[in-house]
């Protein structure tokens, strides 16, 4: 990816395409599937700036999967890759996946 970090409280997410499963023979076309609304964060910025010029980290970090709305963000393209920029206020939560085999 191209060295790009965002500003203030946005964040660089690239989308995580869910395994395709075709049940009862039927296959969806490329074109009717909805868009995942899940991703990777690959890059943050460094915090919003509030009105008393303190400046608040963000809660996600690179490497976080996270889940964010359906018409969240704006698309962009860097190195022929997709991704989606967005602000911390627009993901609705980081995805947490528990260690397998311990608890129930």
């Known amino acids: 990816m191209a060295n790009i970090r965002p500003l203030y409280d946005r964040v660089i997410v690239k989308r ?3 395994v395709e ?5 039927i296959i ?3 074109t009717a599937k909805e868009k995942p609304q899940e ?5 943050v910025g460094n ?6 010029g303190e400046r608040v980290p963000l809660e996600v970090k690179a490497g976080d999967r996270v889940l964010f709305g359906k018409y969240a963000g704006s698309d962009i393209k860097l190195d022929d890759e997709e991704y989606l920029i967005l602000r911390e206020d627009d993901i609705l939560g980081i995805i947490e996946r528990a260690a397998k085999g311990k608890g129930k």
């Open 28 to 30: 969806i076309p490329d």
């Open 47 to 52: 915090g919003k700036v509030l009105n008393s």
């Open 39 to 43: 991703g990777e964060v690959i890059a």
């Open 21 to 25: 499963q075709a049940r009862g023979g």
């Open 16 to 18: 995580i395409e869910e």
